[in-house]
């Protein structure tokens, strides 16, 4: 297959300050809600050692709505994600056709998911790293193009202009999202 | 016997709209009423939610610039070209009244009073060049139906950004358009025929944009005629045949862009 040609799309300012994301990563990454290894495995990433507390045998409960999930529901999907459980598929099917369709409204709407504004910012990046763990698994494009539509909404990576530091799983996700782009 | 249609347009000085008027009229089909959408501040406000910034480009290209938008576009045949070669000299749908024509402004393509207006008219067919989401009372009182020209092969790719995603998705073969019946769905309703659309040299996504726009009002013109004829059928798509798509990511379709350079570059 030949290579994609990648003059353009790297100067996306998503990119601009990779490496103080590498090193904010570096530096946090035991603060990760949950580190897939296979994944890593998969997109040839390793520059981050995973320790794990997340069960990867929890029940996924039935999907309601959104506004119902929780942190715990994403981990508990990221970390058994599995492209062949009709479950996981629907889970993710339904996250992101609301995503899509609420793209513009994200913000207010993760507010009824958790009330504290970092406790949002890392579910919904918890969020995007499984849009990008789906992709990798079924290669279907749309999620990772939903991922990097979510990741350009700034107020969604940090907490304000004080704590100028990002998240660290937003962090981690342009990373991941980068390494993924070159791999295409 | 004469065939009737409504028609949908999205503004009145539509390029595609006007055209595919004026050339179902020359084909002996009676416009019988054209609904147009108000340009308003809750239409932009919802457009803009869902659009962003891309509408404003949209504003700018077909309100403000118009025809000058596609000077760009030396070498290809664009819809203004083709407006010239085929003498289409309808400018504003609005013009269309003195040809007996009723033309209606609404806020709401689905309101009553387009809902009453064509159970009045009793159409064939109800013909759709953009506007928005089409409801089933709408759908329900269209003739046979709502006609729409998809700008992307059906069933395979349902959405938006339909041109970006083959491209992006190197499925180059799959770069077409498609006549089908609007439903309650998204792109999901009978498909009355598909058309490919083959890539020139040194093309990009906003060439290939601007290459479908007269192919596309050539043969919806010609597929609607056919169908008013009785020389094609419908053919109904399932649901799992094609994936809907959105906006692509705008750092995926200068990828996909850049592919598609690379792989129609002059040698």
């Known amino acids: ?184 | 016997m004469q065939k009737k249609v409504a028609l949908i347009s999205p503004n009145p000085a539509s390029l595609y709209s006007t055209s595919v008027s004026e050339l179902l009229m020359r084909n002996d089909v009676k416009i019988e009423v054209v609904f147009v959408k108000k340009f308003t501040l809750s239409r932009f406000k919802d457009e803009f939610s869902r659009d962003g910034v891309r509408l404003l480009k949209k504003i700018w290209k077909k309100l403000v610039l118009k025809n000058k938008a596609y000077d760009a576009f030396a070498n290809i045949e664009t819809i203004v070209d083709y407006r010239k070669k085929q003498n289409i000299t309808l400018k504003n749908i609005k013009e269309l009244e003195a040809k007996g024509v009723e033309v209606c402004f609404v806020d709401d393509l689905n309101s009553k009073l387009v809902e009453n207006k064509l159970k009045e008219k009793q159409v064939d067919v109800t013909v759709f060049t953009g506007g928005g989401l089409i409801r089933k009372n709408i759908l329900d009182n269209a003739g046979a139906g709502v006609l729409n020209c998809h700008m992307g092969k059906l069933p395979e790719y349902r959405g938006m950004d339909v041109v970006e995603w083959p491209v992006f998705k190197k499925d180059l073969d799959n770069i077409g358009f498609t006549v089908h019946f609007m439903d309650k769905g998204v792109d999901t309703g009978d498909i009355l025929k598909v058309f490919d659309v083959k890539l020139i040299e040194n093309e990009t996504i906003k060439s290939l944009r601007a290459r479908f726009e007269p192919i596309m009002t050539q043969s919806f013109v010609e597929t609607i005629i056919g169908f008013l004829k009785g020389e094609i059928e419908r053919k109904p798509q399932a649901e799992e045949d094609g994936r809907q798509y959105y906006i692509i990511d705008k750092h995926l379709n200068e990828i996909g862009d850049q592919y598609l350079q690379q792989q129609t570059r002059s040698k």
């Open chain 1, 1 to 184: 297959m030949e290579n994609r040609i990648h003059t353009r799309s790297m100067t996306d300012t998503l990119f601009s300050k990779l490496a103080a994301h590498q090193a904010n990563l570096k530096k946090n990454q035991a603060q990760l809600a949950y580190c897939n290894e296979a994944f890593h495995t998969k997109i040839g990433y390793n520059d981050i050692v995973c320790k794990n507390t997340a069960s990867t045998n929890a029940t996924l409960p039935k999907y309601k709505y959104f506004k119902t999930i929780t942190l715990e529901d994403i981990v508990n999907l990221r970390a058994n994600l599995d492209a062949t459980n009709k479950d996981h598929l629907f889970w993710c099917k339904k996250i992101y056709r609301f995503l899509e369709f609420r793209l513009s409204s994200i913000e207010e709407r993760i507010q009824k998911n958790y009330a504290k504004k970092e406790e949002r910012i890392t579910f919904i990046q918890n969020v995007v790293t499984l849009l990008l763990e789906y992709y990798t698994v079924t290669n279907d494009s749309r999620y990772l193009s939903l991922a990097l539509k979510i990741l350009r909404k700034k107020p969604l990576a940090k907490q304000g202009f004080l704590n100028s530091q990002c998240n660290v799983q937003y962090s981690y996700n342009i990373v991941v999202v980068h390494k993924l782009i070159k791999n295409l």
